[in-house]
């Protein structure tokens, strides 16, 4: 604990200081609260996008499986009502473009990683700061407030020694000039 001056202006400025970490740390304690929730939220949305992931993984490698098998589908047993198909632009003619399921797939599944990505680079920042602030937390709590308080103790024990000692050396020096200057007039009468 560093060195605490003994004087009125100190003990004001510590009270100012303890007003001060009190009046901060229920922002700093919501702040992690808020933090830690943050944190649980994007976790559970991150696991629900892997999930998705590997459900997706999972539905195009059945249907891999299915196509991969030459008596899966015999001959007139698949007909097509629908095709999709996009639109491109070569040299300014508008031509139709292929829409592979395939890559359609994979897109999403590269989309689903990057969320996942940008979704873990979240809890990571976010982690950062709970650290940090739960720091703060705990030093205003464990060890700002406590030692400005016990500062606040000291001063004032001391501040109030002061007072009494400077009672007591104002009643010695009445003692004392009253004893040099005689007997005072009331008791000169009450003598008589």
């Known amino acids: ?27 700093l304690t919501l702040k992690k609260q808020q933090l830690q929730m943050e944190i649980y939220a994007i ?3 991150a696991n629900a996008v892997r999930s998705a992931r590997e459900a997706l993984e ?16 015999p001959q007139g047993a698949v007909s097509v009502r629908n095709i999709r198909v996009g639109e491109g632009n070569i040299a300014g003619v508008a031509i139709p ?15 689903l990683d990057l969320k996942a990505q940008v ?26 407030i406590p ?22 050396r104002s009643k010695i020096a009445k003692r004392k000039i009253a004893a040099r200057s005689g ?3 009331e008791r000169q009468v009450a003598a008589q």
Request: glycine fraction near 0%; aromatic fraction near 8%; hydrophobic fraction near 45%.
């Open 43 to 45: 976790r559970a949305q």
């Open 97 to 111: 473009l292929w829409v592979d399921l395939a890559a359609n797939h994979m897109e999403k599944a590269l989309e």
């Open 119 to 144: 979704l873990d680079e979240q809890v990571r920042l976010l982690d950062a700061e709970l650290r940090a602030t739960a720091q703060r937390v705990n030093l205003f709590e464990k060890v700002k």
């Open 183 to 185: 007997p005072a007039p």
């Open 1 to 27: 604990m560093a060195s605490v001056k003994l004087t009125k202006n100190e003990l004001k400025a510590q009270k100012d200081l303890l007003k001060m970490y009190q009046r901060y740390l229920p922002t």
């Open 58 to 73: 999972q539905g195009f490698d059945e249907w891999i499986a299915v196509f991969s098998e030459r008596e899966a589908f």
């Open 147 to 168: 030692e400005t308080q016990e500062n606040i103790r000291r001063i004032s024990i001391y501040l109030a020694d002061q007072q009494v000692n400077a009672v007591v």
